[in-house]
């Protein structure tokens, strides 16, 4: 879920688990009194195009191949039941988590809550300050988990951005109480090695692992120097969350030398990113398997031992993956399909030059058993809808619609909006529904966008990072026996077992 691939300076050592007593933290809610949303961890600053792109641009919305500025469009079989714009957190909103009749949307100043009762007429039941990148939200529970991934002067949710040369500078995990879903408390908060970029939650009935994923793009900041080829595990107990802590550090891609054993990246594989670490993990605990996207890699692993993950097989792909971002097993867990966010998430690369296969999904079958299961490449997938060329655009976030006997899913393109689609054929993948507003500007990159576009009992949430959250429907038979699946909660990075064998 990166949005940019900026250098940010980085801070000092690998920390310990802080306790609520020690955090200074407290709610923060709809802007109190001494809490002010961080400037500093908001990179999305417009960037000019070309005076030809901007043109191209406008003229290409005079002819109606794109729409107009913020116009919405989309698919007969799509309805756009509401929309909820951002209030007291004015940063970019990011992932989402499910439970119940709740939504709960990161924003890089916090966290918001949503009562989803009536999916038609969603309504803020809580807003948290606790300003961070990028806060990615996954809950458990009574407990909420909260990443945090640049640098911060401390722990609490009144820091500020600062230097990692700072003595005191912090970056990590946050957990919450959230047993009251209008007054959420922090209880937690555990430091790790580069921060907490991303985050995936492995729960068990008395502990709750976070598998935390994070990165350094080269080797300028000291706890991301390669070798990083590894994840942070840590440990949450449930009755005592303030005794989370870091168990260990799995090392994905061991290999000799200062850079590990990961993907080299260029110049020996040009415009490919060198891992140094991962992204984001995708976990399918029914089956104790794990799907990861790292940089400039691909990897199947096993969660038998939680604490002890142990990768299968690694794939690359060195002629189309720029960056290996995300991960979505299909039901039956005999595919897996990664997506490469070319550009960063700021570059408009949905449009003619770049081409069908940059900047895609890439559709990969798993094959054979236990630990001989192999990763092979089936076919590539990508929104057949041109955008402008100051429209920020790739593969982003997204989750599979449980419909039992097809692979169908919906996934987030930033300004390319929202896509449903169906690899069911592993090597002909077509898009079945689609829904996206028009560009935010016809002269800059201003990144805006569906951030992340999820299925949850019956109804597609998207999380817009500059317009809010987007409530759709789908009327399609195809997807309609969906309707009648539930689940009690939802981490889309911890994939449920929809349908028993």
């Not at 799509?78 to 990011?94: C, S, V, W």
């Not at 924003?107 to 300003?131: A, H, M, W």
């Amino acid at each position: 879920m990166t949005l940019l691939h900026t250098p940010r300076t980085r801070r000092r050592r690998l920390g310990v688990a802080a306790t609520a007593a020690g955090l200074l933290a407290a709610l923060l809610t709809a802007g109190p009194a001494g809490a002010t949303p961080d400037p500093g961890d908001h990179p999305a600053a417009p960037r000019s195009v070309s005076k030809g792109d901007a043109a191209d641009t406008r003229a290409a919305v005079k002819r109606g191949d794109i729409p107009a500025p913020d116009e919405i469009v989309h698919s007969d079989n799509i309805q756009h039941l509401a929309n909820i714009p951002k209030d007291a957190l004015p940063g970019l909103n990011t992932d989402l988590a499910f439970q119940g009749r709740y939504a709960f949307a990161g924003n890089y100043d916090g966290f918001r809550i949503y009562d989803i009762r009536d999916p038609k007429k969603p309504r803020t039941v809580s807003q948290v300050l606790c300003p961070g990148s990028q806060n990615d939200v996954s809950v458990s529970g009574n407990l909420l988990f909260l990443s945090t991934d640049s640098s911060r002067s401390d722990s609490s949710c009144n820091s500020t951005t600062q230097p990692a040369t700072e003595k005191s500078s912090w970056e990590g995990m946050k957990v919450f109480d959230i047993s009251d879903k209008a007054n959420p408390k922090y209880v937690a908060a555990v430091e790790t090695a580069c921060g907490s970029h991303t985050h995936t939650l492995v729960p068990k009935k008395r502990d709750v692992y976070v598998y935390v994923s994070s990165y350094g793009p080269n080797a300028t900041y000291p706890d991301c120097r390669p070798p990083h080829d590894g994840i942070s595990v840590i440990k949450v107990p449930r009755k005592a969350p303030q005794k989370a802590a870091v168990v260990d550090f799995p090392v994905l891609f061991p290999g000799e030398g200062p850079d590990g054993g990961g993907n080299p990246g260029g110049p020996t594989n040009p415009g490919v990113s060198k891992t140094t670490g991962c992204h984001d993990l995708t976990v399918l605990p029914s089956k104790d398997l794990a799907a990861g996207a790292c940089m400039g890699d691909g990897i199947l692993f096993s969660i038998k031992d939680p604490e002890r993950p142990k990768v299968i097989d690694r794939v690359q792909d060195n002629v189309n993956f720029a960056f290996w971002h995300s991960a979505t097993f299909s039901q039956k867990a005999d595919k897996v399909v990664f997506t490469d966010e070319l550009g960063g998430g700021s570059g408009a690369t949905c449009n003619a030059a770049t081409g069908p296969n940059r900047g895609a999904d890439g559709i990969y079958a798993v094959t054979g058993k236990g630990e001989h299961r192999k990763l092979v490449f089936k076919s590539y997938f990508k929104i057949p809808r041109h955008q402008a060329d100051t429209e920020n655009c790739v593969a982003h976030n997204g989750s599979l619609i449980p419909v039992k006997g097809k692979d169908l899913m919906v996934q987030a393109w930033y300004q390319g909006g929202v896509s449903v689609w169906d690899f069911t054929d592993s090597a002909k993948p077509k898009e079945i529904g689609y829904f996206e507003r028009g560009p935010l500007s016809t002269d800059t990159i201003t990144v805006g966008g569906s951030w992340s576009a999820y299925y949850y009992n019956g109804y597609i949430y998207s999380n817009d990072i500059a317009k809010g959250l987007d409530v759709l429907k789908i009327d399609d038979r195809r997807t309609d026996p969906a309707r009648h699946v539930r689940v009690g909660e939802l981490n889309v990075q911890t994939q449920p077992e929809y349908f028993r064998r």
